[in-house]
């Protein structure tokens, strides 16, 4: 069974750094894309950017580059998102997710993660 | 960038009615790369049509997606009660990916 298991909620303050973890299992890890999407509070979903955790090969979308940065390992089969300085706009559920097919990027998402949620505030 | 636009945003509609929600891109969306999500409060979304019109696994066939070029459209046939969520569409025929804004389909 294909599995994706986010870490824990997060509360932090602006200003502070934060890495949240997504663990796959049930497949071989290297070979499907690992995408990352945000939902803020109340509102749609946005593609923040995609991972081959067998080559660290990324995409961002440009809305995210610079704000976060994606990146796995893959002798653990986690992907990460992490951010070097929060802020409040920060604050929201963060989801993993799988490609539904091997090796491409352009792929839509199958299997979910059941999301990290993220508050940033003083 | 391909934009999508979701319509309506709100859709009420009653138990075993058709329902038909809409998607358009700003640019035509190669290869037909277009998906569409469920997502219901509390929970992650869930893939129920992919390639504009094939079901993911396990999906049931109320659900039926049509489309290509720039206007795409997912229509439930007869509407369950468990059916009432918001819908996302999303292009993944170029990068970056865009998610449409979602419509709302409640119970009326």
């Known amino acids: 069974e294909v599995q994706l298991v986010q870490s824990g909620a997060e509360v932090k303050k602006p200003g502070e750094s934060l890495k949240i973890s997504c663990k796959g299992s049930g497949y071989s890890f290297t070979t499907y894309w690992i995408g990352w999407v945000r939902q803020m509070p109340g509102k749609g979903l946005e593609w923040m950017g995609i991972?081959?955790?067998?080559?660290?090969?990324?995409r961002y979308s440009p809305s995210f580059k610079g704000q976060v940065t994606i990146s796995a390992d893959k002798s653990l089969s986690t992907a990460y998102l992490q951010w070097s300085s929060l802020k409040a706009s920060d604050t929201g559920m963060y989801y993993c997710?799988?490609?539904?097919?091997?090796?491409?990027?352009?792929?839509?998402?199958?299997?979910w993660g059941q999301g990290t949620l993220v508050t940033v505030s003083s | 960038e391909i934009v999508l636009t979701q319509s309506p945003g709100t859709l009420s509609l009653s138990p075993g009615e058709r329902a038909t929600l809409s998607c358009r891109a700003s640019?035509?969306?190669?290869?037909?790369?277009l998906a569409w999500y469920q997502q219901k409060p509390g929970q992650a979304p869930r893939l129920l049509i992919y390639g504009a019109s094939s079901r993911a696994t396990g999906i049931p066939d109320r659900f039926s997606g049509s489309g290509s070029g720039t206007d795409f459209t997912l229509t439930i046939s007869r509407l369950e009660p468990e059916d009432f969520a918001v819908y996302y569409c999303q292009q993944y025929g170029s990068s970056p990916s865009f998610f449409g804004q979602g419509t709302k389909l409640e119970i009326k």
């Open positions: 991972i081959q955790p067998g080559d660290s090969d990324i």
């Open positions: 640019q035509s969306v190669s290869s037909s790369y």
């Open positions: 997710a799988r490609a539904r097919r091997p090796y491409g990027d352009l792929e839509c998402l199958q299997y």
